[in-house]
T-cell receptor, first 117, second 115 residues
Framework: AQTVTQSQPEMSVQEAETVTLSCTYD???????LFWYKQPPSRQMILVIR??????QNATENRFSVNFQKAAKSFSLKISDSQLGDTAMYFC??????????????FGTGTRLTIIP | DTGVSQDPRHKITKRGQNVTFRCDPI?????LYWYRQTLGQGPEFLTY????????KSRLLSDRFSAERPKGSFSTLEIQRTEQGDSAMYLC?????????????FGPGTRLTVT
């Protein structure tokens, strides 16, 4: 079974600064996906960024980027130029592809990020 | 808004009562998931549908829980004889492909409080 660990329950950073959220995972699979999801207060969980394990290049989406270290089983999220709207719970998640079958997500416990004005 | 809706958004019930939640996924998505999220935890997988077939259930889903997806469209999750330990956020998600990649689209959740 896969496990996902987020060791930072809470973080805070000044607006416009850069922050890095940590995630480690454990799996015996060689092909998988990793995700960062954002859950703003009282709002829907939305995808921030995804990484396919077979891709060596780190994924980026505007101000969001990841540092994917497959051998170390580490998947950190970097948020640059942080904005007040980035305040949310952030969840790291793992998925094993199943070619149209059950592709359930396994989540970490989350990091509550607060951006300070 | 992800396009996945859930109803109700909040439900308060007394212990022992039955409750039913509804999820409407994005219409073209044939795979639908239910997750449960308790305070301070990430969502945990409960069950999964492909069209109308319920193909996998977690051991978290006791026999008091039942889920259906008639005609492969909306889904319902029923909890019978609710217990205080059932208090949680129940999330629904459907799978699609966006920007060339896999994504699960989540609904806003139904927050259940059992008193």
């Amino acid at each position: 079974a896969q496990t996902v660990t987020q060791s930072q329950p809470e973080m805070s950073v000044q607006e416009a600064e850069t922050v890095t959220l940590s995630c480690t995972y454990d799996t015996s699979e060689s092909n998988y996906y990793l995700f960062w999801y954002k859950q703003p207060p009282s709002r829907q969980m939305i995808l921030v960024i995804r990484q396919e394990a077979y891709k060596q290049q780190n994924a980026t989406e505007n101000r969001f980027s990841v540092n994917f270290q497959k051998a170390a089983k580490s998947f950190s999220l970097k948020i640059s130029d942080s904005q007040l709207g980035d305040t949310a719970m952030y969840f790291c998640a793992f998925m094993k592809p199943a070619r149209g079958g059950n592709e359930k997500l396994t989540f970490g416990t989350g990091t509550r990020l607060t951006i300070i004005p | 808004d992800t396009g996945v809706s859930q109803d109700p958004r909040h439900k308060i019930t007394k212990r022992g009562q039955n409750v039913t939640f509804r999820c409407d996924p994005i219409s073209e998505h044939n795979r639908l998931y239910w997750y449960r999220q308790t305070l301070g935890q990430g969502p945990e997988f409960l069950t999964y549908f492909q069209n109308e077939a319920q193909l996998e259930k977690s051991r978290l889903l006791s026999d008091r829980f039942s889920a259906e997806r008639p005609k492969g469209s909306f889904s319902t999750l029923e909890i019978q004889r609710t217990e205080q330990g059932d208090s949680a956020m129940y999330l629904c998600a459907s799978i699609g492909f966006d920007r060339g990649g896999y994504e699960q689209y989540f609904g806003p959740g139904t927050r259940l409080t059992v008193t």
